[in-house]
């Protein structure tokens, strides 16, 4: 375990459902983030949470929902969501914002 | 926007010999900070460079950031299998609240 827990591992959703990826940090870390990461793309910053406050949305589709309540736990709620959606969802928390990402290890969710 | 590409995006090598990847950003970084993610896994930080011209080690792997903070490049001598993954690097903007990373370079290697 690397400190950053995300559940669920794998997860397959049709098109009209909702559900919510969790993430949760055990480090005392103030900052969180969401990423995306596809097949043969790069790391896609999605949400930056910084004391549980959203600094960065990342022109990210409305049908992510991201949810911060405290600064141990962050949530992505997801509906409607399309094929080209499919990809591994990490979740990182730092100390600030400028030091090395402890990641989670990913949710892998497939759209049908 | 900034842009850090990495380069080159696969290397195959032959068990024992040396690998370089070299990252590139379009601004100048407040520092550059080095992931490696193994196949099926998650990137895993390896280490952050933050003064200009500045070389760190760890092991058979070597860091180090460019005089103007604009590039950085990882080398591991003499690779072993468990080197095999992608390596990504990342840079963080002198103003700013993001980390942006590059495409990263895979390696294999052949035992």
């Known amino acids: 375990e690397t400190g950053v827990t995300q559940t669920p591992r794998h997860l397959v959703m049709g098109m009209t459902n909702k559900k919510s990826l969790k993430c949760e940090q055990h480090?005392?870390?103030?900052?969180m983030y969401w990423y995306k990461q596809s097949a043969k793309k790069p790391l896609e910053l999605m949400f930056v949470y910084s004391l549980e406050e959203r600094v960065e949305n990342n022109s990210v589709p409305s049908r992510f929902s991201p949810e911060c309540p405290n600064s141990s736990h962050l949530f992505l709620h997801l509906h409607t969501l399309q094929p080209e959606d499919s990809a591994l969802y990490l979740c990182?928390?730092?100390?600030?914002?400028?030091?090395?990402?402890?990641f989670g290890s990913g949710t892998r969710l497939t759209v049908v | 926007g900034q842009q850090v590409m990495q380069i080159p995006q696969y290397q195959h090598v032959q068990e024992g010999e040396d690998f370089t990847t070299y990252c590139n950003s379009s601004t100048t970084l407040s520092n550059i900070q080095w992931y490696k993610q193994r196949p099926g896994g998650h990137p895993v930080f390896l280490i952050q460079?933050?003064?200009?011209?500045e070389v760190k080690k760890q092991k058979r792997l070597t860091f180090q950031f460019g005089e103007a903070k604009k590039n950085s490049s990882l080398h591991i001598t003499a690779t072993q299998t468990t080197d095999v993954g992608t390596y990504f690097c990342?840079?963080?903007?002198?103003?700013?609240?993001?980390?942006?990373f590059g495409e990263g370079t895979q390696l294999t290697v052949n035992p």
């Open positions: 480090l005392g870390h103030n900052a």
């Open positions: 990182a928390s730092s100390q600030d914002l400028s030091v090395g990402y402890t």
């Open positions: 460079l933050v003064k200009s011209g």
């Open positions: 990342a840079g963080y903007e002198t103003s700013g609240s993001r980390l942006t």
